[in-house]
Structures are given as structure tokens and as C-alpha cells.
């Protein structure tokens, strides 16, 4: 069902008692804009959730949106963030909001400017808690060198840092955080990715430009977990930058940990960036916008190659850091290292009928809906 046009009708505000805490499950509904929402990074535990997916879902996305309405807390809203009266009809009647932008969508130009409207409309429609879902601001980050620049990254960095200082000024009527995550560990067995393996004469075989670098990958088990613990404590994650990874693996370590745990040979190939444009899988796109629904002939537009070459140069030269510290205070049973991951996602794709992780890295066993990334699945085909 489309959504229709919706009148702006005036609200009360609700605002944060200073000092006080008020967790969210006690008015207990939050929205979620999600590129690819699914059980994995939303929380229920009493939360009622009102999505709203992109248009133009593929099919994948749909089982996804089904498993979700089964939770039996969520109900579905069909539109686009890039429309003000679907963003007002979904804050309406929700108390927190957790946006979490496609920039390989929109780019970086739409991104800025529709980030900052859902901010203010989230004020304006008297939303207790805002979360903006962010990636590190390489650029600033390497002290603005642009062999680091990556679109997709500085875009969303930018405007989470305006996020943050609207707080100063705003965060007693508007309580808002940032959650900053990272490449997801399911790409690197996912068709479609930067680092989508190969297997070679019967070695599962990673070549990326990384050097001996490593990169933070998270984990979206673990996503959903520091999202809702931002909504449960907005005493100390009013104004806070939640950055988040699983650890900072080399691509060696990696592969070292797929061979243990599945029994199957793996390795880890660096691989200069002039050979990695040149690879078959991604020769293709290395030209087209970064941001598919970008204007290819405006010059702010990045391609792939320019947006992906900052990627791994930043992982590459190590500019981004973590608190693991703090995030093992926050979760405390937190994935923690390649090895587990690839245990746990070995065992749970077994149980769900997927097969062992050495079988899901089979060409011959990849199609569309088995992309983890929404632009991959639609073949970068998603609406705005």
C-alpha cells in the first residue's frame, strides 16, 4: 500500500527530564529507516517497531519484512525517507527514530540534505531519542588527505557530526545519538561486495588492495544490540558517538580463521589497486556513480573507483580506531574475533537449510538474494 499524504497536525512536545532516566520501553515505539531492515538489526524485546523500508524491495527483502511482522511487535510502512510526509507519518506516532541512510542510493548530496530533514522534522513531530546511523569521516579522520576520501563514509560522518552539535543546543527537547559501524563481516562471503572471495583450484582466496592493514569489520547480530542499548539509555547516549566493530582483523587472520573453522583452505592475497580494477567483478561499475542515484555528470559525484579506493586505503593505513574497552563494557557477550563469527554463522546457516560456510562460498551456490548488500541485491536499481 503506497502512503498517502499526510496533514501536519501540531503535537505536544515531549521532552527528557534532565537527570532522569527514561528507557523506551516504557512508551515503547521506535521507527526505523533501514536500507535492508531485518531480525538482525532491530530490536524487539517490547519495543513496537514501525518500519519503513526503500521502495522497490527485491525478493530477499521481502522474506525479510515477513520474518520481521512475525515478531508480532512491528508494523510496516511503505515510502521513502526522501518524502516529508512519510517521514512525518511514521514520527508521528513513534517516540524514538533510528535512521540509518542508504548512501549507495542517494550519494552524498541527497544524503546531506535529507539527513538534516529528518532531524528537524524528528523535533518538530516531538520525538523523545533520535539515532543516526553513521560510518567514520575518513577524511577528516586522516587529517583530510584525500587518498582517504570515501563517499559513502564522509557523507554520512559529516552530518553526524552536525547531528551531534544540533544536540548542544537541542538535547533537552531532542535527545540524539550516532552509531557508527563499519563494513558488515557478512560481505566477505556474500556475492557483490569489495571483498567478495574467489576460490581458486579449491582455496577460498581473498584479493583486496589491504597491504598487511585491517579492517573493523561489525557484525549485524551485534548492531541490533548497541542500537537498542543507545533507546534504553539516553541518560549517557544523549550526545554520545557510539563507534563499533568486532575487531580489527587482517585479511591473513581471516582467512586463517575460515580454515579453522570449516576445515577448507583460505588465504588472503594483497593485491595492488591497478589489478583490483581490473578484476572481472568489478572492471564494470569502477566508473559509474558511487551513489546510483546520483548525477553522474555533476562533479561531487564520486565514482566507484575513487569512493573504494579511499575504502581501502583507509583500512590499508590504519586511520580508524575503536574503544573495545568500552564496547565490551556496553556487550558484554559481543563477538569478539573472525573465529567466532565464522563458528557461529557456520552453525546457524546449517540450521537454517543455507549449508556449512564452505558451501555458501560456492559460485554455483550465490544468486541475487543471497547479496547481503540492498544495493547488490537490486542491482542498484532502488528508488529514492
Known sequence: MQTQPVRHRPRPRRLLRPGRQQRLDQRPQVVVHDPRPSAHNISNGGIVTSVTPDQGTSTRSCYELQALLALGNVSLLEGSFADEDVLREGFRS??????????????????????????????????KFFV??????TLKKSGYDSRFRTGHYDGKGRMAEWVLFQNE??????????FTSGPYIEMVISPLTPMTPSVENGVVTWRVPLGEGAVPHVALEDCGFYVRWLFDHPERANGMDLEVAIEHMTYADMAAAFEKVTGYPAQYIDTDLDTYWNAPDVKGIADQPAGYNADPNDKSTMSFRDNFTGFW???????????YALLDEIHPNRIRSAEEWFRREDQVGRELG????????????????????????DMRTGKL
Open 354 to 377: 543455507k549449508g556449512s560456510l564452505w558451501e555458501r562460498v560456492q559460485p554455483e551456490n550465490w544468486s541475487l538474494d543471497s547479496a547481503i548488500l540492498k544495493s547488490s541485491a
Open 94 to 127: 513513534c517516540d524514538g527514530v533510528f535512521i540509518n541512510i542508504d548512501g549507495f542510493n542517494t550519494g552524498e548530496k541527497t544524503e546531506t540534505y535529507w539527513a538534516i530533514r529528518s532531524y528537524e522534522i524528528a523535533i518538530e513531530e516531538g520525538i
Open 169 to 178: 543546543k537541542n538535547r533537552d527537547r531532542l535527545g540524539a545519538a550516532v
Open 132 to 137: 543516526y546511523g553513521n560510518l567514520d569521516y
Open 313 to 323: 586505503n583507509t583500512w590499508k593505513h590504519g586511520i580508524i580506531t575503536r574503544d
